[in-house]
C-alpha cells in the first residue's frame, strides 16, 4: 500500500517555475514507477511525466520536454517534478500516481496510487 501526498503547487508568472514534490508512504516505494498527470477544466488527464522504479528512466510528454525534470529519491520516499518556463497552457491540476511496476506507463488507469492534487495556475 502507498499513500501519495502532492505539495508545490501555486500561482505562478508565464516564464516561471514551480517545483512540485510528491511524498510516499510505505517502506517499499522504490518498488513503484511513478507518473504525473495533470487535468485542465473540461479536459481529460494527461500524462506529463514518468521515472522508473530506479530513477534511472525518465519520460516526457512532448508539450513538457525540455521544459520539465523529473527526479526521485527514493531514500526519502519522494519524487519531484521541476517545472521551468511555465505556460498558461500549463494550467491544471498535477497528480503523481504510482504503479508497482518497474517502468512507468501513459495511461492513468493503469496506476493503483493517487495523490490528491496540487493546484498549478500560470497567469499570461
Known amino acids: 500500500q502507498v499513500q501519495l501526498v502532492e505539495s508545490g503547487g501555486g500561482l505562478v508568472q508565464a516564464g516561471g517555475s514551480l517545483r512540485l514534490s510528491c511524498a510516499a508512504s510505505g517502506r517499499t516505494f522504490s518498488y513503484y514507477a511513478v507518473g504525473w498527470f495533470r487535468q485542465a477544466p473540461g479536459k481529460e488527464r494527461e500524462f506529463v511525466s514518468g521515472?522508473?522504479?530506479?530513477?534511472?528512466?525518465?519520460y516526457y510528454a512532448d508539450s513538457v520536454k525540455g521544459r520539465f525534470t523529473i527526479s526521485r529519491d527514493n531514500a526519502k520516499n519522494a519524487v519531484y517534478l521541476q517545472m521551468d518556463s511555465l505556460k498558461p497552457e500549463d494550467t491544471a491540476v498535477y497528480y503523481c500516481?504510482?504503479?508497482?511496476?518497474?517502468?512507468?506507463?501513459?495511461?492513468?488507469?493503469?496506476?493503483?496510487?493517487w495523490g490528491q492534487g496540487t493546484q498549478v495556475t500560470v497567469s499570461s
Open positions: 500516481a504510482a504503479r508497482y511496476a518497474v517502468v512507468p506507463v501513459t495511461v492513468w488507469v493503469q496506476y493503483g496510487y
Open positions: 521515472i522508473s522504479r530506479s530513477g534511472g528512466q525518465t
